[in-house]
């Protein structure tokens, strides 16, 4: 089942802060973070595994709250670079190995 | 490495033509699977390996099939396109299917007449 993400987009200035959200209705094993810009292949970010794991790369940070079968995406002071479709992908438990992404969530960064 | 490449870039079919879609990867990996992407729908996966001779279904796989007769390659078949087969197709390798990033393909633009 597709996890739901939010906002569907949203528009900074540079140097702002955004936090993306990830939900899932199952239990999940993971979580993982994609980066994509226009006609271009999804970059990996970051995979959270463990409840409450938080992770961080450069400026961008997750959370996984596996009890509440959420991820959030934290980008702070954002950069002109960090525009893109975000994509989280959630890994159930029992699933084969299965990663299911959500619908994307379009960050534009102004200058 | 070449890491993960897909052929062709791009393509034209007509309603009930098939083809195959190429995806190899260099890297050793024992993951692979394969996305297709439309607009406001994100990556919807079709059919994934977690090896050689092993295939599943994903969320999408009518009208699709995969065969992973070795590691390297992981082609996917289209039986008779349809329009509403007209999508973005990603191919993606992993080390591990679990635990690691996947590692995207530069993708096949397909539209089907």
């Known amino acids: 089942q597709q996890p739901v993400q939010s906002p569907q987009a949203v528009i900074l200035r540079e140097g702002e802060d955004a936090v993306i959200n990830c939900s899932s209705s199952?239990?999940?094993?993971?979580v993982h973070w994609y980066r994509q810009k226009h006609g271009e292949a999804p970059v990996f970010l970051m995979i959270l595994l463990k409840g409450g794991e938080q992770k961080g790369h450069e400026k961008i940070s997750a959370s996984f709250n596996e009890k509440k079968q959420q991820s959030s995406l934290y980008l702070t002071a954002s950069q002109l670079s960090y525009s893109g479709t975000y994509f989280c992908g959630t890994e159930g438990y029992n699933q084969g190995g299965k990663l299911i992404f959500g619908q994307g969530t379009e960050l534009s960064v102004k200058p | 490495n070449a890491g993960v490449t897909q052929t062709p870039k791009f393509q034209v079919l007509k309603t009930g033509q098939s083809m195959t879609l190429q995806c190899a990867q260099d890297m050793n990996h024992e993951y692979m699977s394969w996305y297709r992407q439309d607009p406001g729908m994100g990556l919807r996966l079709i059919h994934y390996?977690?090896?050689?001779?092993?295939?599943d279904q994903g969320e999408v796989p009518n009208g699709y099939n995969v065969s992973r007769s070795t590691t390297e390659d992981f082609p996917l078949r289209l039986l008779s396109a349809a329009p509403s087969q007209t999508s973005v197709y990603f191919c993606?390798?992993?080390?591990?299917?679990?635990?690691?990033?996947?590692?995207f393909g530069p993708g096949t633009r397909l539209t089907v007449l």
């Open positions: 993606a390798s992993s080390p591990d299917r679990y635990t690691d990033t996947q590692y």
């Open positions: 199952k239990a999940l094993y993971s």
């Open positions: 390996s977690v090896g050689a001779g092993i295939t």
